[in-house]
């Protein structure tokens, strides 16, 4: 058997994942990169974006989740990331989103103050990323 | 001496207080196993944060530049102090004993004439600091309507407190609350939160990452930046996390000690009743006897 990679995903609520896997592809904010079995120590942060899983079950399939930024720590023979939040690609509503950045554009143009502007425009980059995503 | 009526009517309230408490024990120790279960479910998050931030904060903490909330703005003259304590009453000591704590502290700050804001985080902190220090607390955070306490209850309440650190509105940040551990006792904790205390890095710690030396991208100084922030959501939502379980707890033994008093009572009170009833048979007995002698 192919060497595996200890992979954990984690969220402040729980233990979303854990399971040895062939490789995983981490959107990392500096750009993607893909992490296989004995990779060098590497911390960094990551963009919302998707992590595609490999070889996670026994199966081929390759398990996609969006998440929403945060930190990935690769170290000898394991992957963690932490992220708020992470939801199965497969659960993403194209239409939804289309909804929601809609209504994120209406905060930009309402927005008053610099703060509410960084929060819509924050809140869109994110929803278009997902949008990206879901297609 | 009360007589047979009041004493039957005493009973039976003394019982249905007894089947009140009986009931609000069963549920305090269902929302515990639930409470504790997610605070057991929070840990590996922030274990692994902290690792991070232990490794970076000492490797940043001496630079220039590093972030205010790693080393604090300079000063220690306004403190903000949270109190996390309960929505709801009827758990023993809970809130009392997170508001004692905080008092003391409170004291002290204003003995070495430190500026002292108050930010509460339940209902119940509030009413209790509000006689003495309202005009100190700046507001209080409602967590009512909260059924399942999720991260995304935490994080606005960390993003006030960060952008009130931004402003410059404070110095330090320390939090009360009560730590889990175990149903019988609850650990009354003081924790600071800004500066972000960076725990000394043992030799253990240094084996644990096997000689291998971390690469960070973006940079160090970049993710130290955006973990700084983050830190402090994951630390309020922990604490929160534990303080809900330790007020299920401390509720879970409240409600059955009131029960084992009520059962006591309800004890005493029936022999009472017994005691009166033969009482008034043996006076009724006396009469007629006494009547029938007479005659």
């Given at each position: 058997m192919a060497k595996t990679l200890h992979f954990e995903l984690v969220s402040p609520e729980r233990l979303l994942m854990e399971c040895e896997v062939t490789a995983v592809v981490v959107p990392g904010s500096e750009g993607d990169f893909m992490v296989y079995p004995d990779h060098a120590p590497v911390i960094t942060t990551i963009r919302p974006g998707v992590v595609e899983v490999m070889?996670?079950?026994?199966?081929?399939e390759i398990v996609r989740l969006f998440i929403h930024g945060g930190f990935a720590e690769v170290g000898t023979g394991h992957l963690v990331i932490l992220t708020e939040e992470a939801i199965p690609v497969?659960?993403?509503r194209k239409a939804d989103i289309e909804q929601k950045i809609i209504d994120a554009r209406e905060d930009l143009e309402d927005a008053k103050t610099d703060e509410q502007t960084r929060t819509a425009q924050e809140a869109i980059s994110k929803l278009t990323e997902l949008l990206k995503a879901a297609a | 001496m009360p007589n047979l009526k009041d004493l039957k009517i005493r009973i039976n309230s003394v019982t249905s207080t007894q089947k009140i408490t009986q009931a609000m024990k069963m549920v305090a120790a269902s929302k515990l196993r639930r409470a504790q279960e997610a605070a057991e479910a929070s840990r590996p998050y922030a274990e692994r944060m902290e690792k991070v931030l232990t490794d970076l904060g000492h490797s940043m903490a001496?630079?220039?530049?590093?972030s205010p909330l790693l080393v604090?703005?300079?000063?220690?003259?306004v403190h903000l102090i949270i109190v996390a304590t309960s929505e709801?009453?009827?758990?023993?000591g809970f809130n009392s004993s997170i508001v004692k704590l905080a008092k003391l502290k409170i004291e002290k700050l204003i003995a070495d004439k430190k500026k002292i804001k108050i930010l509460c985080i339940g209902r119940k902190g509030h009413l209790q600091l509000r006689r003495q220090y309202n005009q100190l607390i700046v507001d209080v955070i409602d967590l009512?309507?909260?059924k399942r306490l999720a991260f995304s209850d935490a994080s606005p309440i960390a993003g006030r407190i960060l952008k009130m650190f931004e402003d410059g509105e404070f110095d330090v940040c320390t939090l009360f609350y009560a730590r889990f551990k175990s149903a019988l006792t609850q650990i009354v904790t003081e924790q600071k939160m800004i500066p972000a205390p960076i725990a000394e890095a043992n030799d253990e710690a240094e084996d644990d990452l096997g000689g291998a030396a971390y690469e960070y991208e973006p940079g160090e100084a970049e993710i130290l930046e955006a973990l700084l922030p983050r830190n402090v959501s994951v630390q309020l939502f922990r604490a929160l996390l534990e303080n809900a379980a330790s007020e299920q707890g401390a509720r879970m033994t409240a409600m059955e000690s009131a029960t084992r008093n009520a059962g006591e009572m309800i004890d005493d009170l029936t022999l009472q009743y017994n005691r009166s009833r033969q009482a008034s048979i043996t006076s009724d007995l006396i009469e007629i006897i006494s009547g029938a002698e007479a005659l």
């Open positions: 070889g996670a079950s026994d199966k081929d497969s659960e993403l | 001496g630079n220039e530049g590093a604090g703005t300079g000063k220690q003259d709801r009453g009827l758990c023993g009512k309507h909260v």
